[in-house]
C-alpha cells in the first residue's frame, strides 16, 4: 500500500514538472506577436545602426573607430538602464590598411589594365616601390604542391577558386573557399612566392575587392609575403590572360602595417533574473568590423539587434527568469580576443551560461535559427517551431551557434545563431558596400524581433 502511495505521489510530483514546462501556445503566440509589432511600430535598431554607421563608421580592432563603438555601446545600454553595463578589458591586434592599395596586369608593350584589389587583413606590405612579377595561378594548395618551388619561385600565386554557386547556403559556399585566404600567404611562402593575390569570396563577379583576415601561422617575420584580394572582375581578367599569355606579370603595391597589440574591451549590459539569476542567456555579436565599408550587416546589424532584445523586454514589461546579457564582442574579425577573453573569465567565475544567441550572418529577412544542441534539446525546442511560421521565421536546423558565443560550448548548454536570407550577404560581405544603405529597416526589426521571441521561451522554460 505504502509502495502504491509512494508510486502515485512521484507520478503525481513527475506529472506537475512536466507540465510546468509545457509551453503555453495560447499565451506565448500572444507575446511573441507584442514582441513583434513593437519591434516594427517602435524599434530603436534602424535608429542605432544608422548612428554606428554614419557617425563612427568602420570599427577595425585598435581603431579610434572601435574606441568610439565601445563608448557608444556602453552608453546606450546605461541609457536603457539596464540592471548592470561594464567593459570587459581585452587585448587586441592593431593593424591599418595605410594608403590605397593600386594594381595592374602587364601584358607587355606598354599595355596595362588597372584592377582592383585591397590588401587583406594582417598582410605585411609590399616594398615600397611595390612588387612586378610573372604569375602562377592555382586553384587550392594541393595543385600548388605539385607545380613546386621551381616553378613558383620569385613569382606571385594567384589563387582563384570560386565560391561554389550550387551550393544554396551561402555559408557553405564561402567555407569551401575561404582557406585560400586564410592560409594562402603562408603556403606559397613556403614555395619561394614572392607575393599572393586571392579572388575575392563573393558569388558576385564585381568591382569590389573583398577583404578579410589571413594568417601567417609561425613563418618568421622576414619569409612573409604580402597578400592582397583582388576582385572578382579582376580575378576573371587576369585569368583570362593568362591563358592567352601565361608571361604576363602582375604588379601591387600596399603599405599595410602590424602595430602590435592594444588595448579595447568587449560592452556587455544585463538585466538579472528574477528566479534563476545564476542561469545567463547571452544574446550578442562582434563590435569591430573591417575598414573598407561601415560594418553595416558586419555585424553592426547584429549589435544593434541583440541590445533591441532587452531594450523590448523592458517595453514589454517583461521580467525575464534568467540573467539576459547582451555582450559585443571585439575583434571578432581578425583575432577572435573577445569572444575567447569573455569565456575566460566567465570560465574563472563559474558562471553558469545555459543558452547563448548570436546574431553575425547580416541584417537580411530573418529565416529561422540554426542551434547546437543534443538530439532531445533540439525536438524540444524544434516543438515550438508553429509559434514562429506567423512570422516566416521557422527554419530550425542543428549547426553552429556563432565564432563568438563557440567558446562557451559544453556539453549541457545551446547555442544558437540567427540565420537571415543569406543570398545576397555575400556580395558586400568585407566590402565598402557594407554601408547603412545596403540595409532594409524592416528585415533588421524582423530580426530583432525573432532573436526576442527565441530568448523568451528559452527563458521562459529553459533547455531541457
Known amino acids: 500500500m505504502k509502495n502504491k502511495l509512494l508510486f502515485s505521489l512521484l507520478t503525481c510530483l513527475f506529472f506537475n514538472l512536466s507540465q510546468a514546462q509545457q509551453v503555453d501556445f495560447k499565451s506565448d503566440s500572444i507575446f511573441l506577436d507584442k514582441i513583434f509589432k513593437t519591434s516594427l511600430t517602435?524599434?530603436?535598431?534602424?535608429?542605432?545602426?544608422?548612428?554606428?554607421?554614419?557617425?563612427?563608421?568602420?570599427?577595425?580592432?585598435?581603431?579610434?573607430?572601435?574606441?568610439?563603438?565601445?563608448?557608444?555601446?556602453?552608453?546606450?545600454?546605461?541609457?536603457?538602464?539596464?540592471?548592470?553595463?561594464?567593459?570587459?578589458?581585452?587585448?587586441?591586434?592593431?593593424?591599418?590598411?595605410?594608403?590605397?592599395?593600386?594594381?595592374?596586369?602587364?601584358?607587355?608593350?606598354?599595355?596595362?589594365?588597372v584592377v582592383p584589389i585591397a590588401a587583406l587583413g594582417g598582410s605585411v606590405s609590399t616594398p615600397p616601390d611595390g612588387i612586378k612579377a610573372r604569375v602562377v595561378e592555382v586553384q587550392n594548395f594541393e595543385e600548388l604542391a605539385k607545380i613546386g618551388k621551381d616553378s613558383i619561385e620569385g613569382k606571385i600565386v594567384f589563387f582563384n577558386r570560386p565560391m561554389q554557386a550550387e551550393f544554396i547556403e551561402t555559408f557553405r559556399a564561402y567555407g569551401g573557399a575561404v582557406n585560400q585566404r586564410t592560409q594562402g600567404a603562408a603556403e606559397a611562402a613556403k614555395y619561394g612566392a614572392v607575393g599572393v593575390i586571392v579572388r575575392s569570396m563573393t558569388l558576385s563577379v564585381s568591382d569590389d575587392p573583398h577583404t578579410g583576415t589571413m594568417s601567417y601561422g609561425d613563418l618568421a617575420l622576414n619569409k612573409r609575403i604580402p597578400a592582397a584580394a583582388i576582385s572578382t572582375k579582376g580575378a576573371e581578367l587576369l585569368s583570362g590572360m593568362l591563358k592567352l599569355n601565361p608571361q604576363i606579370r602582375f604588379y601591387f603595391k600596399q603599405n599595410s602595417k602590424n602595430l602590435?597589440?592594444?588595448?579595447?574591451?568587449?560592452?556587455?549590459?544585463?538585466?538579472?533574473?528574477?528566479?534563476y539569476p545564476n542561469e545567463i542567456i547571452v544574446v550578442g555579436g562582434h563590435l569591430d568590423s573591417w575598414d573598407l565599408g561601415d560594418g553595416a550587416h558586419d555585424d553592426g546589424a547584429g549589435i544593434v539587434q541583440s541590445?533591441?532584445?532587452?531594450?523590448?523586454?523592458?517595453?514589454?514589461?517583461?521580467?525575464?527568469?534568467?540573467?539576459?546579457?547582451?555582450?559585443?564582442?571585439?575583434?571578432?574579425?581578425?583575432?577572435?580576443?573577445?569572444?575567447?577573453?569573455?569565456?575566460?573569465?566567465?570560465?574563472?567565475?563559474?558562471?553558469?551560461h545555459v543558452f547563448g544567441l548570436e546574431s553575425d550572418a547580416g541584417g537580411f529577412t530573418p529565416r529561422g535559427f540554426s542551434f547546437?544542441?543534443?538530439?532531445?534539446?533540439?525536438?524540444?525546442?524544434?516543438?515550438?517551431?508553429?509559434?514562429?511560421?506567423?512570422?516566416?521565421?521557422?527554419?530550425?536546423?542543428?549547426?553552429?551557434g556563432g565564432a563568438d558565443i563557440g567558446p562557451l560550448k559544453t556539453d549541457k548548454n545551446i547555442l544558437a545563431g540567427l540565420r537571415p536570407d543569406s543570398q545576397r550577404y555575400f556580395d558586400i560581405h568585407h566590402t565598402a558596400s557594407d554601408v547603412i544603405d545596403s540595409v532594409n529597416k524592416r528585415e533588421l526589426e524582423l530580426g530583432a524581433a525573432a532573436m526576442a521571441s527565441l530568448i523568451y521561451l528559452i527563458d521562459q522554460y529553459g533547455i531541457n
Open 42 to 113: 517602435n524599434g530603436m535598431s534602424y535608429e542605432w545602426l544608422s548612428y554606428m554607421t554614419n557617425k563612427i563608421g568602420s570599427r577595425l580592432s585598435g581603431s579610434l573607430g572601435a574606441e568610439r563603438a565601445v563608448e557608444w555601446g556602453k552608453n546606450t545600454m546605461q541609457e536603457l538602464k539596464f540592471d548592470k553595463v561594464w567593459l570587459q578589458e581585452v587585448m587586441v591586434p592593431k593593424w591599418v590598411r595605410g594608403t590605397s592599395e593600386f594594381a595592374y596586369i602587364d601584358s607587355g608593350g606598354g599595355t596595362t589594365n
Open 372 to 400: 547546437a544542441a543534443t538530439d532531445s534539446q533540439f525536438e524540444r525546442i524544434s516543438s515550438w517551431k508553429s509559434l514562429f511560421t506567423p512570422y516566416l521565421t521557422d527554419s530550425f536546423t542543428k549547426g553552429g
Open 260 to 275: 602590435g597589440d592594444v588595448l579595447s574591451y568587449n560592452v556587455v549590459g544585463e538585466i538579472r533574473g528574477s528566479q
Open 307 to 352: 541590445i533591441e532584445v532587452l531594450r523590448l523586454f523592458k517595453i514589454l514589461g517583461y521580467k525575464p527568469k534568467r540573467t539576459i546579457r547582451v555582450v559585443l564582442f571585439m575583434n571578432e574579425e581578425n583575432g577572435l580576443r573577445g569572444g575567447n577573453k569573455y569565456a575566460e573569465v566567465a570560465k574563472q567565475k563559474g558562471e553558469n
